[in-house]
């Protein structure tokens, strides 16, 4: 299994929080994602990073910011948290190889009162 | 706008080869044909991706059709291990890993 890991990997917090969610990767990846899945929605891209300091919003970016100042780590960063943010959340890497697969990390089950 | 067609759910018995379709009409020449699931809880799994000719992994063989309009998941011997959501992706070559996921096909295999 690719050496990631998000924590934490449960919270609750109450509207208007700030809330910051780690993805750690020990494989030296140059790509990392976070996106977000809710029922009847699949999973769907936040933000994503093409190397460190380097990133760029993707599909339901808004009330989310990024950051990535080492290799290893991508913070999710909610400014205040809301209900509609309540959600599972998956950090994923990438090589970068013409193949692209991702590994995806375990989730962190987000509650948002 | 949803770029594959898969059908929401499928069974499968234990022990039988298993036969995902997805339709991707409108894929362009540049395109990969990606495979992934999700067993429940957890994050996506990557399973196997072709481009024009079949593939075949220790996990499963992808058949694409040869206008590439559409391909077939086979999981050779599926076991209950096998029951997960699959979800059909089309990714252009050189969009270093974007993924759009779709509803997918909920796979439940039976004893």
């Known amino acids: 299994d690719a050496g990631i890991t998000q924590s934490p990997r449960h919270k609750v917090t109450e509207t208007g929080t700030p809330v910051t969610l780690r993805c750690h990767q020990t494989?030296?990846?140059?790509?990392m994602y976070w996106y977000r899945q809710d029922p009847g929605h699949g999973l769907r891209l936040i933000h994503y990073s093409y190397g460190v300091k380097d990133t760029d919003k993707g599909e339901v970016s808004d009330g989310y910011s990024v950051s990535r100042s080492k290799t290893e780590d991508f913070l999710l960063t909610l400014e205040s948290a809301t209900s509609s943010q309540t959600s599972v959340y998956f950090c994923?890497?990438?090589?970068?190889?013409?193949?692209?697969?991702?590994?995806f990390g375990p989730g962190t089950r987000l509650t948002v009162l | 706008d949803a770029k594959t067609t898969q059908p929401p759910s499928m069974d499968c018995a234990e022990g039988r080869a298993a036969n995902l379709p997805c339709n991707h009409s409108t894929i362009s020449g540049n395109e990969y044909v990606y495979w992934y699931r999700q067993i429940h809880s957890q994050g996506p799994q990557y399973i196997i991706h072709?481009?024009?000719n079949n593939e075949t992994n220790e996990m499963a063989s992808l058949i694409i059709t040869e206008d590439r309009k559409s391909s077939t998941l086979i999981l050779p011997h599926a076991t209950l291990r096998d029951t997960a959501v699959y979800y059909c992706?089309?990714?252009?070559?050189?969009?270093?890993?974007?993924?759009?996921f779709g509803a997918g096909t909920q796979v439940v295999v039976t004893p």
């Open positions: 994923a890497i990438s090589s970068g190889s013409s193949y692209n697969e991702q590994f």
């Open positions: 072709g481009l024009k």
């Open positions: 992706i089309v990714r252009p070559t050189d969009s270093w890993g974007k993924l759009q």
């Open positions: 494989e030296n990846h140059r790509y």
